[in-house]
């Protein structure tokens, strides 16, 4: 009603743009419904498969859901503390239950470093490296799949394949395929994580290569410089602080896929969790993911303080 009394205001090429909108809207609710249909038949067909699958358990099921969770509940407290830290419990029956003090690693006679704290220093390594060989030749990659600086097709498309293979399997998958090989420990995870990261941020670079400002770049040709001269001082520095943003966010994602690849024999944390979890220590399980929360937010933190010294705090303000 009050659509159709504003109409009868407006001019002629206003009514047509009114009429335009309404037939927009109309169209775009009419692809809202839609959608929302096709998604409630997904997830109900979804449900169907998965009880399907389950022998007709799924469902009767459900209402167990969360039981982990009080299976996770230690009989104190404090033994979530003790088994972090190593420290004797005095529940210790001579099961691998409560065993915690075996894993510590002796510096000294008298100084240790607790177990988990060790494999979880594993599995940061194991992130570190593997995102700092993963920068190196994604950086050398994108300069080469750049359409703005790579004019020769062949070359700009093999590289891009390239990076297109590597990231084209979960690292979990090559990580399989590397401790068939090299058999358990983190080389196969450095290995794993490396080829997945190249290939990721190889594509994340030259994006960024491809929308850099090209006016250094032509005024260092006009004087003589050669491609790597141009390169170099062109666009390395317009590109450096979205690469280091990029390589930060990656070195997160790392240490989660450093984790869930120990899981499979690659070594760091991710392989205790697996045990703790499988044999049912209640304890030891709490504490590895309360460690490995704790470590993935310090990361988290200290990349976007990181970002904002390198960046510079006017880039995370909104514009005036």
């Known amino acids: 009603m009050a659509t159709s009394a504003l109409s009868r205001h407006l001019s002629e090429s206003g009514a047509l743009v009114e009429r335009h909108w309404q037939e927009l809207n109309a169209r775009r609710r009419l692809y809202t419904s839609l959608g929302l249909a096709l998604l409630v038949l997904t997830v109900f067909a979804s449900l169907w498969f998965a009880n399907d ?19 996770l509940m230690p009989r104190d407290a404090m033994e979530i503390i003790r088994a972090m830290f190593d420290l004797p419990s005095p529940y210790d029956d001579g099961s691998f239950k409560y065993n915690y003090p ?10 240790y470093i607790p177990e988990y704290f ?35 097709p062949w070359v700009r498309g093999v590289v891009r394949r390239l990076m297109e293979i590597l990231r084209a399997f979960p690292e979990v998958v090559i990580a399989g395929f590397f401790l068939a090989i090299l058999s358990l420990g983190p080389i196969p995870a450095i290995a794993a994580v490396s080829i997945h990261t190249i290939g990721a941020l190889g594509k994340l670079f030259f994006e960024v290569v491809e929308n850099s400002d090209m006016k250094p770049e032509e005024g260092l040709r006009a004087v003589g410089g050669n491609w790597i001269e141009r390169v170099w001082f062109g666009i390395v520095p317009q590109v450096l602080p979205n690469f280091t943003s990029y390589f930060l966010l990656r070195l997160e994602i790392n240490v989660r896929a450093s984790t869930i690849i120990g899981a499979v024999g690659g070594g ?44 510079g705090d006017q880039a995370f303000q909104l514009a005036q």
């Open 268 to 311: 760091g944390i991710g392989e205790l969790l697996r045990l703790a979890i499988g044999q049912g220590h209640e304890a030891k399980t709490l504490a590895i993911v309360i460690l490995l929360f704790t470590t993935i937010f310090a990361v988290d933190q200290f990349s976007a303080w990181l970002r904002r010294r390198l960046v």
């Open 102 to 111: 075996d894993g510590r690693l002796y510096l000294t006679e008298n100084l």
């Open 53 to 71: 699958s389950n022998a007709g358990k799924f469902f009767d099921r459900l209402p167990h859901f969360f039981d982990f969770v009080g299976d």
């Open 118 to 152: 060790h494999k979880m220093l594993e599995t940061l390594n194991i992130a570190i490296f593997s995102t700092v060989i993963g920068v190196f030749f994604g950086f050398v990659l994108s300069f080469l799949a750049a359409r703005n600086l790579m004019p020769n």
